[in-house]
């Protein structure tokens, strides 16, 4: 009996395996995992498929639903995948195939900018070694390498990540879409591993996904903040909080998809620093006592959410549940003064005081669309 046949899926810290959600059309036989990764290192998520539904600008429930069934907070609607990443990243080929289009698309009218826009892209068709054909889809480019009609080998450079077109941040859209007939539907290559079947599976418009990654080559799915300590010309704290990743895959059943980095600040820390009297809390309140440890100038220490040996550079909160909340909290490191570093994101801090810095998750929520064209 197979895992997915049987309703068990397996995860790892960073490290994904998905299920199909029904068979592929036609009664084919789903591809194997074959796709391997778009770009180099690892880039936070903001914005994942909906899977209830993927209509951007028409869907209205209030969430996306995620590959594993979380109902998670982004754009409505949204296709594919958004990475933020610094202009110029390279895109990489995920598979062998055929360039399909590569420029600008046909200007259209973007909600989010008010404005028409053009943005370049790459759209590549690839044929799985089942039989299956796939489009894969690179938006908002600031530089497009192949042209139309060349051959692409897996790995090879597309173009580089920007912000052109209907985007109102840097970052690479990664789309996948699945021939249904002679229509492309949304495609998921994640897979479904959510509570009973794919909604978007059973839509009239809709497509089973499957996992196609080949081990060891899916983009690792997790929301974080990070900045740099005391970003603020007024803050003088010695140790700061300088990442708060606060969502993974299944931070329920895998807590230490999170964690809270903290920092000795060297222009403020010239000496070690006790971390004895220090508290870590989350806008409920609930809180993690640091034991009493020394923190050198310069170094990081994380506190993970869930079970571990801790470390001079990790500690374990041990809680069974998450710590942070994907909808919006504040991390707030509080010293033995009582004064407080707090860090939020979606709005979980509305205001700092005493020591402390305020960091949204972003300036504006990332929001875009894209107008290429599909075979």
Not at 26 to 47: C, M, W, Y
Not at 54 to 62: C, E, R, S, T
Not at 113 to 129: A, C, I, Y
Request: glycine residues 10%; charged residues 15%; contains cysteine.
């Amino acid at each position: 009996m197979s895992l997915c046949s049987s309703g068990w899926f397996l995860l790892f810290p960073l490290a994904l395996i998905g299920c199909s959600s029904g068979s592929s059309p036609a009664g084919k036989v789903d591809p194997p995992p074959v796709l391997t990764l778009p770009f180099q290192g690892e880039f936070r998520v903001t914005n994942v498929s909906d899977h209830e539904y993927p209509f951007q600008f028409q869907d209205n429930n209030g969430y996306l639903l995620s590959w594993w069934g979380e109902k998670l907070p982004g754009v409505d609607g949204h296709q594919g995948y958004d990475f933020p990443m610094p202009e110029g990243t390279p895109l990489l080929a995920i598979y062998d195939g055929e360039v399909a289009f590569a420029g600008w698309e046909n200007p259209f009218y973007c909600p989010s900018l008010d404005k028409t826009v053009s943005g370049l892209g790459v759209v590549l068709r690839h044929r799985l070694p089942n039989g299956e054909v796939f489009l894969s889809i690179y938006a908002h480019l600031s530089e497009v390498q192949v042209r139309t009609g060349d051959q692409v080998r897996a790995g090879q450079v597309l173009g580089l990540s920007g912000n052109t077109g209907c985007s109102t941040g840097p970052h690479l859209h990664f789309e996948m879409r699945r021939l249904r007939g002679s229509a492309w539907p949304v495609f998921d290559p994640y897979g479904w591993s959510g509570e009973g079947e794919d909604p978007w599976s059973k839509h009239p418009s809709g497509v089973s996904s499957v996992w196609l990654w080949a081990e060891g080559k899916a983009p690792p799915l997790f929301a974080e903040v990070s900045l740099p300590p005391n970003p603020q010309p007024t803050d003088r704290a010695p140790v700061a909080i300088t990442k708060v990743r606060y969502m993974g895959v299944r931070d329920a059943l895998n807590p230490n998809n999170e964690f809270v980095e903290i920092t000795a600040d060297p222009r403020f820390a010239s000496a070690p620093v006790s971390l004895k009297g220090f508290f870590l809390q989350n806008k409920l309140g609930e809180t993690f006592a640091f034991p009493d440890l020394t923190l050198e100038p310069g170094a990081s220490l994380r506190v993970y959410t869930g079970q571990g040996n801790p470390t001079q550079e990790a500690l374990f909160w041990n809680r069974t549940q998450p710590a942070w909340d994907n909808w919006g909290d504040c991390a707030q490191l509080v010293y033995p003064s009582g004064g407080r570093y707090r860090v939020g994101y979606r709005s979980g801090c509305t205001w700092a005081q005493g020591l402390g810095a305020l960091a949204s998750e972003e300036a504006r929520i990332l929001r875009d669309a894209h107008n290429l064209p599909l075979p």
